[in-house]
Structures are given as structure tokens and as C-alpha cells.
T-cell receptor
Framework: GENVEQHPSTLSVQEGDSAVIKCTYS??????FPWYKQELGKRPQLIID?????GEKKDQRIAVTLNKTAKHFSLHITETQPEDSAVYFC???????????????FGKGTKLSVIP | DGGITQSPKYLFRKEGQNVTLSCEQN?????MYWYRQDPGQGLRLIYY???????QKGDIAEGYSVSREKKESFPLTVTSAQKNPTAFYLC??????????????FGEGSRLTVL
């Protein structure tokens, strides 16, 4: 089965600096890579995702890059703000049976603290 | 207001007792999932169901059971066979089929503590 490793487990940055979280996956068949943000006491929510036919995707201050050859993908947050403080989870999945069904394997999470 | 509702939010159980966590969704999603969240362990899949009356074991199904009698509901029973049941449990749902984007929608979670 799929195995997803996520680093670092904790990350502290000064407000305005950039933050980078990295994940590696083991299954070369994986083709869908979402990132979820979980604020303290709240539910995880999707913030950005990327598919294997794309190398990079950006949404305002958040970007994700994918290196299929090396089997790793990264989340980049620029101009960090205190409200970016949360736990971030990466995940990997393959779409099986061509039926639009996915089974995600999550990384262990990164606790990001943005210091004002 | 569409979404996923989990109940109870907090639950205390004595050792040896079974407990059932409720998960209801009104998003008309076909697929539903149960995850367990422990500190530093990420989200681990317990069970999932792609369609009514069908479900599959995830990575850590031992000591848990589920049912999917209705599209809207996917209750999880934590049995006395689960050796370390104290955890935060998250239910999720998703669309499936052509055009599905892959996004999971999570409930607020249920925190189970075994005394």
C-alpha cells in the first residue's frame, strides 16, 4: 500500500516569512495529492491539491509543487500570517477503477506556528 | 445548511463497553469514511463505504465495526476488542464517479475517552 512521509513535524516561522512542508510517497501509481489544513479544535479542510499531470499549482499565497520522478511534493506558503498557524496534512491517492473514487493515505502532519 | 454532523462531540466510556459514534451527511455524497486521529499520527483510515450496504476495511479496522444502511448515515461502533480506543474520530464524505474532484468533507469530530 501507499506510504506517505511528511517533514518537518513542527515548523516555526516569523510572520511574513515563507514556510515549506515536504512529503514523499511510495506508490508510483498515485496521481492525486491534496493538502488539508486543520486549525486548533476544527475539522480538516482542503486548501489546495495537485494531480500528476501538473508540476505546480498556485492559489494566492499557497503553492504546491510535484516531482513525480522523485515521488515528492511540497506545500509553499509565502508571506505567512498568524492565521496560517495550524496543522497541515499532505495525502496521496490513486484513482482506482476510473470511477472517480479515491482512497487517501495521509502524512502525519506538520504543526506550523507563525510568530507575530 | 449542508454538511456532516457527528455526535456526540465528547464521549466517555468504561473499559469493556461498546460505543457507537454517529455520522450523518446531507450532501448527497455516495462515499463515507471514518478516520482516527492521534497526536503525531496523522489521519488513519478505519473503514470506508462507497455505496449503501457496502463497506471495506481501512488500515486499522480491528476492534471497529460499521454499517451503511442509508446513504446519509455511516455509524461507527468502537467495540471492547479495540485495545486503545481513546482518540479523536473524524467522519468524512465525498462524491464519487466521473467529475469527482477528490475533496473530502469532514465532520467536527468525536473525542472518545476510555476511563
Amino acid at each position: 500500500g501507499e506510504n506517505v512521509e511528511q517533514h518537518p513535524s513542527t515548523l516555526s516561522v516569523q510572520e511574513g516569512d515563507s514556510a515549506v512542508i515536504k512529503c514523499t510517497y511510495s506508490d508510483s501509481a498515485s496521481n492525486y495529492f491534496p493538502w488539508y489544513k486543520q486549525e486548533l479544535g476544527k475539522r480538516p479542510q482542503l486548501i489546495i491539491d495537485i494531480r500528476s499531470n501538473v508540476g505546480e499549482k498556485k492559489d494566492q499565497r499557497i503553492a504546491v509543487t510535484l516531482n513525480k520522478t522523485a515521488k515528492h511534493f511540497s506545500l509553499h506558503i509565502t508571506e505567512t500570517q498568524p492565521e496560517d498557524s495550524a496543522v497541515y496534512f499532505c495525502a496521496a491517492s490513486s484513482e482506482y477503477s476510473g470511477a472517480g473514487s479515491y482512497q487517501l493515505t495521509f502524512g502525519k502532519g506538520t504543526k506550523l506556528s507563525v510568530i507575530p | 445548511d449542508g454538511g456532516i454532523t457527528q455526535s456526540p462531540k465528547y464521549l466517555f466510556r468504561k473499559e469493556g463497553q461498546n460505543v457507537t459514534l454517529s455520522c450523518e451527511q446531507n450532501l448527497n455524497h455516495d462515499a463515507m469514511y471514518w478516520y482516527r486521529q492521534d497526536p503525531g499520527q496523522g489521519l488513519r483510515l478505519i473503514y470506508y463505504s462507497q455505496i449503501v450496504n457496502d463497506f471495506q476495511k481501512g488500515d486499522i479496522a480491528e476492534g471497529y465495526s460499521v454499517s451503511r444502511e442509508k446513504k446519509e448515515s455511516f455509524p461507527l461502533t468502537v467495540t471492547s476488542a479495540q485495545k486503545n480506543p481513546t482518540a479523536f474520530y473524524l467522519c468524512a464524505s465525498s462524491m464519487s464517479g466521473r467529475g469527482y474532484t477528490g475533496e473530502l468533507f469532514f465532520g467536527e469530530g468525536s473525542r472518545l475517552t476510555v476511563l
